[in-house]
């Protein structure tokens, strides 16, 4: 397998765009709520609630890598900083994709408008995670993938929004709200105070570290892929590193140019995609504002996967359980071969890897058809791969 452009089913990923990166200011309304904990309890589809609880003491003391590595002073960041805060990319990118998942699967109808948003976004996510890998061997590194996947309910990796509760569930408004945009709030939306930093905001400092270091950069070990509408390719030189880490961070929160300025398609920026799901309207422009007033984008219809608790589903009856060992067996395998590939750089085992991960979605979706003994939802998968 090649060209991983197909999902499971053999259906092709959409060939979506982005409407433009918008300046985040302009879109104040609608900002999530970044401490979980101030949301609305509730069985499912009503935040986080007790999630929220039992994981704030891991979020409120979370100062990982990261918050660690944007305290070095900036005449110290070093190709030893430079490696650190790539490997930190890596698990940024990675613990985005579960969650994504989860409400992506848990919609029944994928020809939708909001299927198609979050199908192009998890695209853009794996492609991401390839370009932060492809960066780190480029510096002589190796990313370490196996060990990096986090727990869920829990904070991002390494300390980045560091308010913020992660957790899994399938596809709600407060999920939409509290959760996806939380990962995507771009770095300087008006309703945001100074607090910890945001993804953009070290991406930033890493690529302030490469133009002051200047690393010799090798194509030696890295790979290529098509991943969706994207192309991983290798990253040559300075000018590919400076495009590398540009297009991470405009596909997720937008950039600070004009919104009148095209940026070639028609696909916005994860942040305001998922803002679309969220308040049911395209963006449009109104005078010199951008509001989500546009053309309807009805809320789907989903399956009700309820949220996994801390610890994983307790007690499980025997057909769950199994499911879920399948699952993260799988989503093991997926780790493991992804580890392997740019370990060697090695094509045929990301290939295998890519592979897997198709195999993911059929135990999740029958996951999320078994009811939870309570009533409150379904079953779904808790990405805890068997090490």
């Known amino acids: 397998m090649s060209d991983p452009v197909e999902n ?3 259906r092709r990923l959409p060939s979506l765009g982005r409407r433009g990166f918008l300046r985040s200011a302009t879109l104040a309304t609608g900002a999530p ?3 979980a904990g101030t949301a609305s309890a509730g069985p499912r589809g009503e935040g986080p609630g007790a999630v929220a609880e039992a994981a704030g003491a891991a979020v409120a003391g979370a100062v990982g890598s990261v918050v660690q590595l944007m305290g070095v002073a900036r005449d110290r960041r070093d190709v030893s900083w430079i490696r650190s805060a790539l490997q930190a990319a890596v698990e940024l990118e990675l613990a985005t994709i579960p969650p994504y998942l989860c409400g992506w699967w848990s919609i029944r109808d994928r020809s939708g408008e909001p299927a198609r948003l979050i199908e192009r ?3 853009d996510e794996m492609y991401h995670m390839g370009l932060a890998c492809n960066l780190l061997v480029a510096v002589g590194g190796s990313p370490k993938i196996t060990a990096a996947v986090p727990t869920y309910p829990g904070p991002l990796p390494g300390g980045v929004r560091s308010g ?4 899994l569930s399938g596809l709600t408004k407060p999920y939409v709200r509290d959760v996806l945009m939380g990962i995507e709030t771009p770095e300087a939306p008006l309703t945001r105070e100074v607090g910890p930093p945001t993804i953009g905001a070290f991406y930033d400092a890493l690529l302030a570290a490469f133009r002051a270091v200047r690393p010799a950069v090798s194509e030696a070990g890295q790979l290529t892929l098509r991943i969706g509408p994207n192309r991983l390719t290798r990253v040559r030189g300075l000018g590919g590193v400076e495009t590398a880490i540009r297009t991470i961070k405009e596909q997720g929160e937008g950039t600070s ?3 009148d300025e095209p940026f070639g398609d028609d696909f916005p920026a994860h942040y305001y995609a998922f803002g679309e799901i969220y308040h ?4 449009r422009q109104t005078g010199r504002a951008w ?3 546009g053309e ?3 809320f789907p219809d989903t399956r009700p996967m309820g949220v996994v608790p801390p610890g994983g589903w307790p007690s499980p009856p025997d057909e769950v359980r199994q499911l879920l060992r399948q699952f993260d067996e799988t989503f093991a395998r997926v780790l493991e071969g992804l580890e392997t590939a740019w370990e060697r750089g090695d094509r045929d085992a990301l290939d295998d890897a890519v592979y897997a991960m198709f195999h993911l979605e059929a135990p999740a979706i029958r996951l999320m058809g078994i009811a939870l003994p309570d009533g409150t939802g379904t079953y779904g998968p808790e990405f805890r791969p068997v090490r």
Request: hydrophobic residues 45%; without cysteine; aromatic residues 8%.
């Open 8 to 10: 499971g089913t053999g």
């Open 296 to 298: 309807a984008v009805p």
């Open 257 to 259: 140019a004009s919104p």
């Open 291 to 293: 509001e989500y007033s």
């Open 33 to 35: 709520a970044l401490l």
């Open 164 to 167: 913020l509760t992660v957790y």
């Open 121 to 123: 976004i998890i695209a």
């Open 280 to 283: 049911e309207r395209r963006l």
